[in-house]
Every structure is written in structure tokens, then in C-alpha cells.
């Protein structure tokens, strides 16, 4: 029986459609697309689905450290930080995860602000 919200969500393939839509929202974004320019976003959207998946209790873990190293040259303010939080939440609420997975990953996304904020 399905038990981690991963499993619930329907594995990688799942949760890397959820994160390809979340950074369609994020390049639609005013605010947001300057730090995605010249990134390679499929690369991107595969690191990000680890993370997602080790948030929902799937295999992988992408480590504090490794998230300071990626973010500490794009001078994150906390403002985008919050912005970038909170569409990732819309992002899991449309694609259908139950309330209390989409607040567990947003809990756990905001635990790291210290890791990628580093405009204050
Ligand atoms: C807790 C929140 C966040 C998490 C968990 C996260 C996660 C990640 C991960 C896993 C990577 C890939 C790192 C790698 O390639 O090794 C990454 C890269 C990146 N993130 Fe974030 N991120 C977060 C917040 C943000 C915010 C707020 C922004 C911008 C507003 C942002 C912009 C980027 C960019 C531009 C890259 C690509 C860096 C590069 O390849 O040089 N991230 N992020």
C-alpha cells in the first residue's frame, strides 16, 4: 500500500511534472525570471525534483550545504524568497496534493531561508 506522500503523488515522474510547471510559473514571473537566465533548466528541474521527492519522504536528499553553494552568488532577497515559496505552494495545491503534504513541503522549504537568502 502506498504510504509516503511520494508513492501517494505517484513517484518521479509525478512530482517532475510538478516541478516542470513550477518553473514555468517562475519564468512567467517579473520578479523571479532574472535569476533563471542562462540556467540550464533541465538540469535544474532534475535537482529540484530530488528535492521535492526527499521533502515528500522519496529516496534522495540534496544537502543544506549543496543548496548554500547553488544559491550564495544569485543575492537572494528574502522578498523573492517568500514569492518563490508561495508559488511553489499554489504549484503543488493545483496538481492535487492533500493540504497537509503541500504545508509539510512548504514548511520545510521555508526551514531553509538561512541556506538561500543572502541579500538581507
Ligand atoms: C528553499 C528554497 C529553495 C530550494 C529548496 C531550492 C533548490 C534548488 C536546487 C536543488 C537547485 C539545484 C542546485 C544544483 O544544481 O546543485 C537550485 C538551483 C537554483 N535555484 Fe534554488 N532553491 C530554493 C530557492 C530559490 C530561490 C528563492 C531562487 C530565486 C529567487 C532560486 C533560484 C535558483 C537558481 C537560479 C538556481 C540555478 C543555480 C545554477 O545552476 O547556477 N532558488 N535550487
Not at 47 to 59: A, D, E, K, R, Y
Request: proline fraction near 2%; avoid cysteine; aromatic fraction near 8%.
Amino acid at each position: 500500500m502506498a504510504t509516503t506522500i511520494f508513492e501517494r503523488a505517484g513517484g518521479f515522474s509525478a512530482v517532475r511534472k510538478i516541478v516542470a510547471d513550477f518553473y514555468d510559473r517562475l519564468l512567467d514571473d517579473v520578479t523571479l525570471q532574472k535569476y533563471f537566465a542562462n540556467i540550464d533548466m533541465a538540469r535544474l528541474i532534475d535537482h529540484q525534483t530530488q528535492f521535492v521527492s526527499s521533502m515528500m519522504g522519496g529516496p534522495g536528499e540534496v544537502s543544506n550545504d549543496s543548496l548554500r553553494k547553488a544559491h550564495e552568488r544569485l543575492n537572494i532577497n528574502k522578498a523573492d524568497f517568500i514569492k518563490l515559496a508561495g508559488i511553489l505552494r499554489d504549484t503543488l495545491e493545483d496538481h492535487g496534493l492533500p493540504d497537509e503534504a503541500v504545508q509539510h513541503i512548504y514548511d520545510a522549504v521555508m526551514a531553509r531561508e538561512t541556506f538561500i537568502v543572502s541579500k538581507k
